[in-house]
């Protein structure tokens, strides 16, 4: 089956550009100018993935509007920010807003396409892992690998693609310190420490919506994180 991806780019150039290297790599591509005609054909149908740049003409945040949009539709639908906005403030509001990658515009091609390769063999791997490690028990936490669902105290916890396996790499190994590199390695994405930082501080956000408590994911100062719930 050929991957739907939603390509929402104001400027023209770009937009064909990059709409013509995803059409060459295999996919479908859907293009879109503006947040409006992008969110009328999401209303009937979401795509397998959606690169967003963040200023869409005079509208110039209605990517991360659009965004925060497609993430209360889906929880599993993979997001990246494709922008040449690159300040520290506009990375961590697009991943708090429930991206799973923000890129900048000087990326290279081949990465940008390994980088959307990772994101499907993470959503495929929640329909394919095997029977054995489908479900994983850690006190008040099931995370369900086939699903892609995680329940603390039997509470549905909302996880995006990429922290639904950040959280699956702590919890499989309670205690232990996971560095950036590791979680990485486990997530399949390869990002900086900055935004290793905001999916962490993401997921215990959602995590403290189920349960004000909640203080599993510790932070290990100049190490890393580990689980410490039993």
């Known amino acids: 089956?050929?991957?739907?991806?939603?390509?929402?780019?104001?400027?023209?150039?770009?937009?064909?550009?990059y709409a013509d290297a995803l059409k060459r790599a295999g996919y479908e591509v859907a293009a879109f100018a503006d947040r409006a005609s992008a969110q009328k054909t999401f209303a009937a149908r979401l795509p397998d993935l959606a690169i967003i740049d963040i200023g869409l003409g005079d509208d110039i945040d209605g990517g991360f509007t659009l965004c925060r949009d497609l993430r209360a539709a889906s929880a599993k639908l993979p997001i990246v920010f494709l922008?040449?906005?690159?300040?520290?403030?506009?990375?961590?509001?697009?991943?708090?807003?429930?991206?799973?990658?923000?890129?900048?515009k000087d990326v290279s091609l081949p990465q940008l396409l390994a980088r959307i390769s990772a994101l499907f063999r993470r959503a495929d791997a929640g329909t394919q892992a095997p029977a054995a490690e489908d479900l994983l028990h850690r006190g008040r936490l099931t995370l369900d690998a086939k699903r892609m669902m995680a329940?603390?105290?039997?509470?549905?916890?909302?996880?995006?693609?990429?922290e639904f396996w950040m959280v699956h790499s702590l919890a499989r190994h309670p205690g232990h310190v996971k560095d950036r590199d590791q979680l990485m390695r486990d997530a399949e994405m390869v990002v900086d420490d900055g935004t290793i930082t905001s999916h962490v501080k993401r997921i215990r956000k959602k995590f403290l919506a189920v349960?004000?408590?909640?203080?599993?994911?510790?932070?290990v100062y100049g190490m890393g994180y580990r689980w410490i719930e039993g």
């Not at 780019?9 to 770009?14: H, K, S, W």
């Not at 922008?83 to 900048?104: E, H, K, N, Q």
């Open 151 to 162: 329940n603390w105290m039997d509470a549905p916890v909302a996880l995006t693609v990429t």
């Open 83 to 104: 922008s040449a906005r690159d300040s520290d403030f506009d990375v961590v509001s697009g991943l708090r807003l429930g991206a799973d990658d923000y890129l900048t």
């Open 1 to 17: 089956m050929t991957r739907r991806i939603a390509l929402v780019e104001d400027d023209p150039a770009i937009r064909q550009n």
């Open 211 to 219: 349960d004000e408590k909640f203080d599993a994911i510790e932070t």
